[in-house]
């Protein structure tokens, strides 16, 4: 399976400055281990599009990864703010971001677009919000049927979109479990995809009701990366870690602290320390 590689090996193929970088996965499944690899290749000017941007994106956009960011809530899930994209948008620290924000709805139909080949989505939506007040990508048309009035938005179309996911076989196919956010419009609507998993297996085996099979034909680069979604969870193989996120406000709150936290953690590690994490977190579970 020739798609199969190391972590380092997809970014260094895949992820190029100034490229739109779509790191996807709702509450679970968050690529970490990739955009930790992303932060050590020292990619820079990316626009960063994510339905949630919480901690991974705080770090890619604390690192200077990060030149503009496109979204539709953003924060420390149960806990506050993202202390280092706050200080970018108010400070221009390490470097200005700039800000594209929509609703879940738009983000999720705008996907859909773009894996669809079409250049905007339309859908029913802002009735009454002000963020097409200060998003001029945010329009009104003008159903040519109906005449109803709806939103449309820009179709996305990443450059490259990287998930993580439970298992790939060796013919390349990937299976995700569990809560399914966008992940698979994210990878159909990009021109290139990397897809971390804890294994790669002979035969995905029994599937739970509730799964996604991308076939291989989606996909650019494999890379195994056990753990590679921590805090976050990986449903079937570790809990999330919600001490992590908690702890992560006190961390990126003062630079020093968050300059010293990712030397030692992002930029002297390696994906391996992954697994650690989870099997820490799986004896936990037991």
Known sequence: MSRVMSLEEAVEANVRDGDTVAMEGFTHLIPHAAGHEVIRQRRKRLTLVRMTPDLIYDQLVGMGCAAKMVFSWTG????????????????????PLALEEHSHAAMANAYEAGAAGLPCAVFRGYIGADLPKVNPNIKTISCPFTGQSLSAVPALRPDIAII???????????????????QKEAVLAAKRSIVTVEEIVDDFGQRSPNACILPSWTVTAIAEVPGGAFPSYAFGYYK??????????????????????????????????????????AMAAE
């Open 240 to 281: 999330r870690d919600n001490a992590f996120y908690t702890a992560w406000d006190a961390i990126a709150r003062d630079r020093d602290s968050f300059a010293a936290w990712m030397k030692a953690n992002v930029l002297e590690k390696g994906p391996e320390a992954f697994a650690a994490h989870s099997r820490k977190r």
């Open 76 to 95: 420390n899930p149960g806990v506050g703010s993202l202390h280092r994209v706050r200080d970018a948008v108010e400070n221009g620290w390490p470097r």
């Open 164 to 182: 993580h996911a439970q298992r790939a076989d060796r013919s390349g196919n990937v299976l995700i479990e569990g809560i399914i956010g966008v």
